[in-house]
């Protein structure tokens, strides 16, 4: 694979920048009601209880009568700490490949990989472990890897911004008002270099994922695991620290979160699924205590309350309802969570992953690329190819730009083939046809199948794919019989 070449290239950038309505009503109508009655349950002040029953039954009915969906898209997320751990052999059922309708889009959340420096080095060249066996899996069903890092991912869904938000928060029992104070830390302090979305909140959907830590306080490890091992979860509802805290901290109680049908995912033996058993040493070599279940992974999400400013606007501030739809945008998303679960047949770390499910049910604000990018005429290794490319919609382009060539079943924009620049001179006006050519030396001398596509380095990602093409075994490759061992790497 290519690295991108230092070149005297001057930069220029622009300045633009299926269900029914019924019946998805009718899921969140229950979904509303199964929140209220949870509500009822947990609230010990009629007051407060009365408030909250108001609010649901409200959103409930706001919901059933206005919102209009169109489109329907499919969200598969994962969290999971893997404590250091080498990924196993298969993660098909952690995926839920074959799962009807198909997914649309993977989100996967890893905490704790091993991050020794000597591992970071070769992470930097190579892809690492979880990340080589996770794109091994989808890649072949058309998924792309985006190659953001850090704890936020964010990007435009049809034009609706979402951000997903990976978190590993403090540990311990006692530590629970520091884990609420760095997730709100979290949440005010991170920057993104856009005007309409400076900050995670002001994203029109969050998912906020990860070893969140919260722990199950006050009962005893026997009352504990006779109530996970008799399936009777909700015995434990009333002292999870993040329901707790939630009843207390206003900007927890803008996220929302499946109920906890499944049992506790901390702390199991390795490659069991026996809860510790082992007591740990103490620094005077005396046995310690085993480490209580709890849920301490998790996964939210938050749809941005009707009539909430950016973060950045002037103006008074007014504790807004939770929705999971805001019915004042002109162009709301529904999200509805359809399962909440998690898989304990994973034994490899002392956590067991959790998955959820989610239908993410919107108006498209616009449903054409942005760049349009084909290949131009026969290609093959035994002449310069030629390409064309044209911006349909404004964005913020660059001279930096450029357009890959990808086998397909790429896994990232970085797995590319060969690339070439955009035009260098002038940047393109919209609708105008474009034409470049890339050097035959680099087009892979056996053919096969591939898909060019246009990468923003303004957006860090992918904003046109062509059609899936041929390209012809060269004529060099047919006379000498070339295999890809000959070729030195350029086929694999």
């Known amino acids: 694979m290519d690295f991108l070449p230092d070149s005297p290239r001057g930069r220029s950038d622009s300045t633009g920048s299926s269900t029914s309505q019924g019946s998805r009503s009718k899921t969140v109508l229950r979904q509303r009601l199964s929140q209220l009655m949870t509500c009822i349950e947990d609230l010990n002040s009629d007051d407060e209880a009365g408030e909250e029953v108001s609010r649901r039954l409200d959103e409930a009915f706001q919901l059933c009568g206005r919102f209009e969906p169109t489109d329907a898209f499919r969200l598969h997320m994962v969290t999971w700490n893997i404590a250091t751990a080498e990924p196993p052999e298969d993660v098909t059922s952690l995926l839920h490949l074959d799962a009807l309708p198909l997914t649309d889009l993977y989100a996967i959340g890893l905490q704790e990989v091993r991050a020794t420096p000597v591992k970071f080095m070769s992470d930097l060249i190579w892809e690492d472990s979880w990340s080589h066996l996770f794109m091994n899996t989808l890649a072949p069903r058309g998924f792309v890897k985006g190659n953001k890092g850090g704890v936020s991912v964010r990007f435009s869904f049809y034009g609706h911004m979402v951000c997903f938000l990976n978190c590993h928060l403090a540990a311990h029992v006692g530590n629970a008002l520091q884990r609420v104070d760095e997730l709100e830390y979290i949440l005010e302090t991170q920057e993104f270099d856009m005007f309409d979305t400076p900050h995670v909140l002001d994203h029109k959907v969050v998912f906020c994922l990860g070893d969140l830590n919260f722990r199950i306080q006050d009962h005893g490890l026997h009352f504990l695991r006779s109530s996970i091992n008799g399936g009777r979860f909700n015995l434990l509802w009333s002292k999870d620290q993040l329901i707790m805290m939630k009843k207390k901290e206003p900007f927890l109680q803008e996220f ?237």
């Open 256 to 492: 929302e979160e499946g109920p906890l049908h499944f049992q506790p995912t901390y702390k199991f033996d390795r490659k069991s699924d026996t809860y510790d058993s082992r007591s740990p040493k103490t620094w005077l070599g005396l046995n310690g205590k085993k480490r209580k279940p709890a849920w301490t992974d998790r996964i939210l999400w938050r749809v941005k309350p009707k009539g909430l400013p950016s973060e950045d606007d002037d103006g008074e501030d007014e504790k807004a309802s939770t929705s999971t739809v805001n019915e004042e945008d002109e162009d709301p998303i529904l999200v509805t969570q359809n399962s909440y679960t998690s898989d304990m047949s994973y034994g490899v770390s002392d956590h067991k992953p959790v998955i959820a499910a989610f239908t993410m049910e919107m108006r498209k604000c616009w449903d054409t690329p942005l760049v349009s990018v084909s290949p131009l005429g026969v290609w093959s290794a035994d002449e310069n190819p030629l390409l064309t490319y044209t911006v349909l919609e404004d964005f913020m382009s660059s001279t930096w730009d450029w357009i890959a060539l990808y086998k397909v079943g790429f896994k990232s924009p970085t797995d590319y083939e060969s690339f070439v620049w955009v035009r260098e001179n002038d940047l393109p006006e919209i609708d105008e046809v474009i034409q470049i050519s890339m050097e035959k030396e680099k087009i892979p001398l056996l053919g096969g199948e591939f898909v060019l596509g246009y990468y923003s380095t303004n957006l860090q990602s992918i904003v046109g794919l062509s059609a899936d093409f041929q390209i012809k075994e060269s004529q060099r490759a047919a006379a000498e019989g070339l295999t890809p061992e000959d070729i030195n790497g350029i086929n694999k």
